[in-house]
């Protein structure tokens, strides 16, 4: 794989934004997932763009290189989504892009899907679904004096929803990667993820849909997955479960998640 992955920076709602870039082709968008950052993407990326894709996977605001919109974490996922589109209509313009997320990003891609329905090709929600919402203890817990153990229940929660047995490395790395975001932005991102909830707007859509969720998340359940499908109108939704993948998904099996997107990709017709 010979594309290589550079680092560049926009404004977006005033703020400085962060992202990975990498290829040349259709946009594919890349959600991280809650108290992480675009190193998550960071193996898929290059395979992606290996297959015609030009990859672009954003830190949201308040995590990692990009900081946050008036010096506040969103807490609506419906806000979250918004400051997305709005990135991509920066990096992207008059582009159709294909967008993918995981966790939160996954359920960004979907409020993306619902509420500008003719304006991308494709959406892929992994580790994702209608409404989720299963965290919610976190809430108010913004000042890391409010809560000391904050530190050991993120590398807990970064690690204990992946599929075992599982690379040493990989673990230790998905530690690392969620220790970059600030404790206010990650209780504001359960605070969205809690919030989440398009059941009313699935009607709306108008692109093939891509769920996925690996089959060792406790996070969201395969019923939940598999009923987001059946509310998606037109037969355009299709997915399932992930075997031998966990809630880090892009980062356990990258190559065979890549796998799954090309072949969902290719039977739509949109590569």
Aim: proline share 6%; with cysteine.
């Amino acid at each position: 794989m010979g594309h290589e992955i550079t680092g560049r920076y926009t404004e977006v709602l005033n703020t400085r934004a962060y992202y990975d870039i990498c290829g040349e082709g259709i946009p594919l968008i890349c959600i991280h997932m809650g108290w992480a950052c675009s190193l998550q993407w960071y193996k898929f990326m290059p395979i992606m763009a290996d297959a015609g894709f030009k990859v672009i996977a954003p830190d949201l605001p308040g995590h990692a290189k990009s900081m946050p919109v008036n010096w506040e974490p969103f807490r609506k996922m419906s806000e979250y989504a918004e400051w997305v589109w709005e990135f991509i209509s920066i990096v992207c313009p008059g582009e159709k892009p294909v967008v993918c997320g995981s966790g939160i990003g996954g359920d960004m891609t979907l409020n993306i899907a619902c509420n500008h329905p003719t304006d991308i090709l494709a959406g892929m929600a992994f580790e994702a679904a209608a409404n989720t919402g299963s965290i919610s203890f976190l809430s108010g817990y913004n000042d890391p004096h409010s809560f000391p153990g904050f530190a050991a229940l993120v590398d807990n929660a970064s690690t204990s929803a992946m599929y075992y047995p599982c690379d040493e490395e990989i673990v230790l790395e998905s530690k690392w990667q969620h220790r970059c975001t600030y404790q206010e932005t990650c209780v504001a991102d359960m605070d969205a993820w809690n919030d989440h909830d398009v059941r009313e707007d699935l009607k709306n859509i108008r692109s093939p849909i891509f769920l996925f969720k690996g089959e060792a998340d406790y996070h969201i359940s395969e019923k939940a997955v598999q009923e987001t499908i059946k509310m998606i109108p037109d037969g355009l939704a299709e997915g399932g479960i992930a075997e031998g993948m966990g809630h880090l998904i892009m980062m356990e099996q990258p190559e065979k998640l890549a796998s799954a997107c090309l072949k969902f990709l290719k039977n739509r017709s949109i590569v």
